[in-house]
């Protein structure tokens, strides 16, 4: 069973960095693709940055980019997203996600429709 465990958010000024970590485990199979998502309030959750655990390819959504990294540490079994520039748009719940790569995903790397498996979330509040 896979279970994917948010921590590390919390309340930052603008301007500021959070890294956010996700504990994962019953991740059996041998290649998956790893996200981090984002959902405000009153808004369709967003995909942040993704990674395939084969190689380590990542991607970004275009407002983070150059602000945020996604990586892993595989003996840790952890997925983290380092954030830093934060602005008070990236205020949102924060959910790690993860799905089997035994299908190349393409275009729908960033798209939720993609992942089988999430977090419970954790709340990253960027004040101006």
């Known amino acids: 069973q896979v279970q994917l465990v948010e921590s590390g958010g919390g309340s930052v000024q603008a301007g500021g960095s959070l890294r956010l970590s996700c504990a994962a485990s019953?991740?059996?199979?041998?290649?998956?693709?790893l996200a981090w998502f984002r959902q405000a309030p009153g808004k369709e959750r967003e995909g942040v940055a993704a990674?395939?655990?084969?190689?380590?390819?990542?991607y970004y959504a275009d407002s983070v980019k150059g602000r945020f990294t996604i990586s892993q540490d595989n003996a840790k079994n952890t997925l983290y997203l380092e954030m830093n520039s934060l602005k008070p748009e990236d205020t949102a719940m924060y959910y790690c996600?993860?799905?089997?790569?035994?299908?190349?995903?393409?275009?729908?790397?960033?798209?939720?429709?993609?992942?089988?498996?999430w977090g419970q979330g954790t709340q990253v509040t960027v004040s101006s």
């Open positions: 996600a993860a799905t089997e790569a035994n299908l190349w995903v393409g275009s729908r790397i960033l798209s939720s429709s993609a992942y089988n498996y």
């Open positions: 019953g991740l059996t199979y041998s290649t998956y693709y």
């Open positions: 990674l395939y655990t084969n190689g380590g390819s990542t």
